[in-house]
Nanobody, 125 residues
Framework: VQLQASGGGLVQAGGSLRLSCVASGSTYSSYDMGWFRQAPGQEREFVARINWSGGSTNYADSVKDRFTISRDNAKNTVWLQMSGLKPEDTAVYYC???????????????????WGQGTLVTVSS
């Protein structure tokens, strides 16, 4: 599966952005989808995950109650709605896909099978 992320940009603290990730080339509904982020000089970290059907989600504690992950399998798209943005949310955001049979460690970078190219989110104070 190939992934194309978009929607990043510059936003003031407290603002909102919606990231999109469109999948192609394989059976999208076979994959759980995740969003990760990587700030300069830091390791890539888990943000959110949604299972293949959209019925189960997980969030990092740092974004819980501010970010919402959703998907539409008919459109081969997953979104990350971000609100209440903080300067510490500044990072390159990546979407990722992994086979839905993997039920373990949804936060683990190496367990994901495909990655998008990343989209930069900058939050100014």
């Amino acid at each position: 599966v190939q992934l194309q992320a978009s929607g990043g940009g510059l936003v003031q603290a407290g603002g909102s952005l919606r990231l999109s990730c469109v999948a192609s080339g394989s059976t999208y509904s076979s994959y759980d989808m995740g969003w990760f982020r990587q700030a300069p000089g830091q390791e890539r970290e888990f943000v959110a995950r949604i299972n293949w059907s959209g019925g189960s989600t997980n969030y990092a504690d740092s974004v819980k109650d501010r970010f919402t992950i959703s998907r539409d399998n008919a459109k081969n798209t997953v979104w990350l709605q971000m609100s209440g943005l903080k300067p510490e949310d500044t990072a390159v955001y990546y979407c990722a896909a992994r086979f839905s049979w993997k039920r373990f460690e949804v936060w683990s970078v190496p367990t994901y099978d495909a990655w998008g190219q990343g989209t930069l989110v900058t939050v100014s104070s």
